[in-house]
């Protein structure tokens, strides 16, 4: 359902030919790409993690410094990045991923709060606070990917794939297992899974996912600087996984456009715009806590603050 | 596996072997130089008031827990210093004192995550989705089906586990482990909180169970439960082992009356 909505909101934009849409919908599709890997390793195999905006930025960097000092081909930069990425996931979540649950979230966020500060310091490869100009645009057979149509619909490509990576994985027995492990490592493991193979199986999926987001994003900005990395980042994909639902498959898309789209639509209302988006926010925690899209129970406590006669209303929705 | 040229004359075809085994919890010795073995092909009692250390050992055996002295082995393998995951792969399975419904799973994926080591198809095998991982999810489903049947769940097969009444979830955690075909069963209470039938059906699939040549070891409270489905019998108190043997001769251990099955008569009389 969600995904044929989107769909046609997709053709509708690239029919309609406003740039200004279209831009937005491509970054709709760069924040959902990043958001399927969060949702893949938290929604599903229930791991906390906090490495989704330092893998965008091995992405975004990657593609910065390998096509400005290297002068690497764009296209061999992104896919260099992501296996960077993947292969950086690897040495993090091998040591890391021995620590139960939390501890690893923990260990992960300090990832998160170091990114900008070592892209700051590491100024002889990234320019510092400066970061880098002139990132050479994708080409391919004369289409420049700096123009809206070739990059939207690049951006959706990735996103599309990130989706069927997703959605194939989880009808498998390879889903299985990470849900499993979600809901009952313990069991998980006595049934002979081994629970930190398919965590570590999820970092390396979502790691890729979200350096190649970070890599569209700087290949059609040309531009990338520390402060895109920071704590902001990796709370804002927190807040789309959160809000479109976690552990649904359709969440991070339909989260990622009421992160960019909502703001836009009540742009016009100037400085209410924060104090109603922080309603609507509000809105969705109370009413959907498992996200709009989510599935299960949608029960909160904070239900119990609303009047009686709407929790009555909600609770005969559920049955 | 040690090829039949290597067992040394003499030895017994004994599946797990603990020799001197001991766990502490901080201050709290749980297990205390336990030494008893389980045969395979055979079904085995492990008895004990509350905090004797039952759940503990198989804690130790099924690698959840570490021994902080003694040797665990199962045939050739060296269970000491293996993973849960591992030690589940070399064909020990276990089930676990309180409910364990993998809730968001149905009764039939619960049985499917049960399958999983046997497999062939891996990660890129799924991402594709190959004609041969499909055929392969679909025998594997139609086999937990059956599974289902036998452990009667059959109508449940699309039920959330975590819906489940009581009972039927006990029946679907041992379906689970079960799957893996294990040489060796570890259930801890199963019988507890079962009704009688319930606990007679139970019996019956522990036999059936048994006669595939699987070794099933199982620590329970229920006395009659225990003697009416057991040949082997191991009693434990305070960690350490009172007496390990044939379930008759247990029975009639004055020590073992006097310790512990004295004990629950006289509560049941007193009960009655
Ligand atoms: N993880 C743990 N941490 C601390 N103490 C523990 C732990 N697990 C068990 N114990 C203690 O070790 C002792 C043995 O516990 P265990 O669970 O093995 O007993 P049990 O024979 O299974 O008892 P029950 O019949 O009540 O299940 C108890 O005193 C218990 O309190
Ligand atoms: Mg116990």
Redesign the pocket.
Known sequence: MAFLLCGTVAVAVLVGGSPYWMYNMTVVALFATAAIGLNIMLGYAGQISFTQSAFMAVGGYGSAILGTKLAVDPWLAMIFSAVLAAIGALLIGIPLLRLRGHYFGMASFALALGTPSFLLAAASLTNGPLGIAGVPPLRFAGVSFLDPIPIYLLAWGVCIGAFLVEISLLKSHVGRAWRAISTNQDVARSLGIDARKYKLLTLAIAAVMASLAGSLYVEFQQYVAPDIFDIGLIMTIYLIVYAGGRGSIAGPLVGAVFYIVVPQLIGSLEQFQHLVFSALLIAIIVLRPNGIMGRGRQYAPVERILPLWVQRRLRRDYD | MTSAGTVEPGSTPEGLVLTQVSKA??G?T?VKDASFSVMLGQIHGLI??????????IGLVTGFLRPDSGDIRFGAHDLNRMTPEAIAQVGIARTF?KATPLVGLTALENILVGMHTRYHGGVLAALVRTSALRREERGMAERAQMILERFGLADDANTDAGDLPFGKLRFLEIARSMVLEPQLLLLD?PAAGLNRVEAARLSALIQGIRSTGTGVLI?D?DVPFVFGVCEQVTV?NL?QILASDHAAKIYENPAVREAYLGTQRAQTEAGA
């Open positions: 919890f901080g709290v749980a004990g008031p509350n905090g004797a250390g039952k759940s503990t050992v004192q209470e620590v409270h434990m960690g």
